[in-house]
C-alpha cells in the first residue's frame, strides 16, 4: 500500500441500522465521507456508482469528498447533482450500475447530514453483511491500492428517463380534471417534480398544479422540511384551502417520503394512505401480497382483506420491508411513516409514485379523499406515533410488558413488542435511527378505547 492508499484509524459514529446519518463535524465530515467511498467501492468491487445530493448546504461538499473516496478505490461515477434519493434508485437499477449512494440527511436538523447506499438493482445492504463491513473498513482505513483510478461524469440526462418511467404507473386517460397542491418545503423535489408534471403536460393530463417553497433553498426558511411534524402541516392545510385545491401533497427533504391532505385542509395520517394505496393495486391485481409494518395494522390488514390480497409482514426500516418484499414478490408495501415501496419502481420506495396513484384513483373513483377515508378512520381508530425521550428505555418497556401482556391474545416482536386484545392493540419500539422510544395504539372503532389506553402506557413508561 502507498501512504495515500492507508489512512489512520478513525472512530467514526454515523453508521446507524441501514444507512448513514450524524451531526456535522462531531460525526460526519468530509473526511469521513472519503472514507465511505473508498469502502463502499472497495467491499462491493462497484466499478460503476450512481451518486445524488440533496439540497442542503453541506451536501454538495460531502458528495465531492465521496465521490474522491469512490474514483480513488477504482470506481467510475455518474454524479446525478441535485437529486433525490428515488433518483438514485431509479438510475441505479436501470442504467446498470454496481451501486449508488444519496448524500442527504432527508429530514433530520439542519446541522445533520447523511447517505443512503444500495447495491446492484437498487438493493438494499445487509446491515449485518455488506454494510457493517463497509463501516469496518471506513473506521480502520486500510484501503487496497487499486488498479486504476475511476473517474466521474454528470448524468443529469437520467432525470428524462425517470419522469416518464414515473408517469407510465398511471393510466394518464383516465384522470380528470384536478387541481393539486404541492408543498416541497424548499428541500429536493421541486426541480424533480417539474420534469414529472412536464411530462404529464406533454401526455395531456388535465391536472393544474399549485406550487409553494418549492425553489431548493439550503437555509430552509420555512423549516426542515418534515410534513410528519404537526407544527409543519398548517401551511399545507392552508394553502391547500386558500387555492380550493383538490388535493395537497407534501414531501420531506430528499422527497422519499409523500403526505397527502384532503380538500379541507385534513392531514392524512400514513396507516391509511397505505390500506388505500394497497386497495389501488389488487383492484388491478388481485390476489397480489402486501407488505405493511407493524406499528398500526389493523386498518390496512383489513382493508388488504376486503380487496381479496395477502398481507405480508415486515420489521419498520426500509431495508428490511424490501427484502421481505424481493422475497415474497409483493407488488407494494407501506409503512405508516409514509415510505411506499412498488416491485415495479425496483422495489424501492417513491415520493412521487403515491401522488400519481392517488390521483389516478381519485379520478376513476370520482370521488373526494376525504370520503374515500371517512369511514375507514372512524372504523380503526389510532394514536399516531408518539415518541418517548427516557432515561431506561428496556425498563420502561419491560413496566408495560409486564403489565398488558398476561391479557393479550397475540403476541409479536417482529419490530418492538405487539400485543393485540379483543378490541385494540398496541405496538411499542426503540427508533432505528434516534434515541426515542415509540409507541402506537389503536382500536376497532373506540376512539376514547385508544385514548385510555395511551394515557395508561405513557404513565407506565414514564414510571
Same mark, same amino acid.
Given at each position: ?85 428515488? +433518483?438514485?434508485?431509479? %438510475?441505479?437499477? =436501470? #442504467? ?8 442527504? *440527511?432527508?429530514? /433530520?436538523? @439542519? ?89 404529464? +403536460?406533454?401526455?395531456? %393530463?388535465?391536472? =393544474? #398544479? ?8 439550503? *437555509?430552509?426558511? /420555512?423549516? @426542515? ?93 426500509? %431495508? ?144
Amino acid at each position: 500500500m502507498t501512504a495515500q492508499d492507508q489512512m489512520p484509524a478513525r472512530q467514526i459514529d454515523c453508521f446507524k441500522a441501514y444507512d448513514v446519518r450524524g451531526r456535522l463535524g462531531s460525526a460526519l465530515d468530509e473526511d469521513v465521507a472519503y472514507r465511505i467511498g473508498r469502502a463502499f467501492a472497495q467491499v462491493l468491487g462497484a466499478r460503476d456508482v450512481i451518486v445524488g445530493r440533496d439540497s442542503r448546504e453541506t451536501s454538495p461538499g460531502l458528495a465531492a469528498a465521496l465521490i474522491r473516496g469512490l474514483t480513488d478505490a477504482g470506481a467510475d461515477v455518474r454524479d446525478l447533482g441535485l437529486a433525490g434519493t428515488e +433518483e438514485m434508485y431509479f %438510475a441505479t437499477a =436501470r #442504467f446498470g450500475a454496481d451501486g449508488g449512494i444519496e448524500v442527504t *440527511a432527508s429530514h /433530520n436538523p @439542519i446541522d445533520y447530514n447523511g447517505m443512503k447506499l444500495v447495491g446492484r438493482d437498487a438493493a438494499p445492504l445487509d446491515p449485518e453483511g455488506d454494510f457493517a463491513d463497509i463501516a469496518a473498513l471506513a473506521r480502520s482505513g486500510r484501503f487496497a491500492a487499486p488498479a486504476r483510478r475511476g473517474a466521474a461524469r454528470a448524468f443529469s440526462q437520467a432525470r428524462e428517463t425517470y419522469a416518464g418511467a414515473m408517469v407510465d404507473f398511471i393510466d394518464v386517460a383516465a384522470l380528470r380534471p384536478m387541481t393539486v397542491l404541492v408543498n416541497a418545503g424548499n428541500g429536493t423535489a421541486g426541480p424533480t417534480f417539474d420534469a414529472i408534471a412536464a411530462e404529464l +403536460e406533454r401526455r395531456g %393530463a388535465p391536472l =393544474r #398544479f399549485i406550487r409553494i417553497n418549492h425553489q431548493p433553498d439550503a *437555509a430552509f426558511p /420555512n423549516g @426542515i422540511p418534515n410534513p410528519l411534524l404537526p407544527e409543519n402541516q398548517p401551511m399545507t392545510a392552508h394553502a391547500v384551502r386558500a387555492h380550493g385545491a383538490d388535493l395537497g401533497v407534501a414531501w420531506d427533504g430528499d422527497f422519499d417520503r409523500c403526505f397527502f391532505f384532503d380538500a379541507r385542509g385534513n392531514f392524512i395520517p400514513g396507516e391509511y394512505i397505505v390500506g388505500l394505496l394497497a386497495t389501488a393495486f389488487l383492484e388491478k391485481h388481485p390476489g397480489e401480497k402486501i407488505v405493511h409494518d407493524p406499528r398500526v395494522v389493523m386498518n390496512t390488514r383489513d382493508m388488504i382483506a376486503r380487496a381479496g390480497g395477502q398481507a405480508v409482514q415486515a420489521r419498520t426500516g426500509h %431495508a428490511f420491508v424490501k427484502r421481505v418484499m424481493r422475497e415474497t414478490g409483493a407488488i407494494y408495501g407501506g409503512e405508516m411513516s409514509a415510505h411506499h415501496y412498488f416491485r415495479d419502481f425496483h422495489f424501492a420506495d417513491s415520493g412521487m409514485v403515491p401522488w400519481l396513484l392517488m390521483v389516478e384513483l381519485l379520478s376513476r373513483r370520482q370521488t373526494s379523499l376525504t370520503d374515500l377515508l371517512a369511514e375507514r378512520m372512524r372504523a380503526f381508530p389510532s394514536s399516531g406515533e408518539i415518541n418517548f425521550l427516557l432515561d431506561d428505555p428496556e425498563a420502561a418497556i419491560s413496566r408495560v410488558v409486564a403489565h398488558f401482556a398476561p391479557q393479550a391474545s397475540r403476541r409479536d416482536e417482529t419490530d418492538g413488542i405487539s400485543l393485540e386484545f379483543q378490541d385494540w392493540r398496541f405496538n411499542l419500539r426503540r427508533s432505528n435511527t434516534e434515541p426515542v422510544v415509540r409507541l402506537n395504539v389503536e382500536s376497532r372503532g373506540d376512539p376514547g378505547l385508544v385514548a385510555t389506553r395511551r394515557a395508561e402506557i405513557e404513565a407506565l413508561l414514564k414510571g
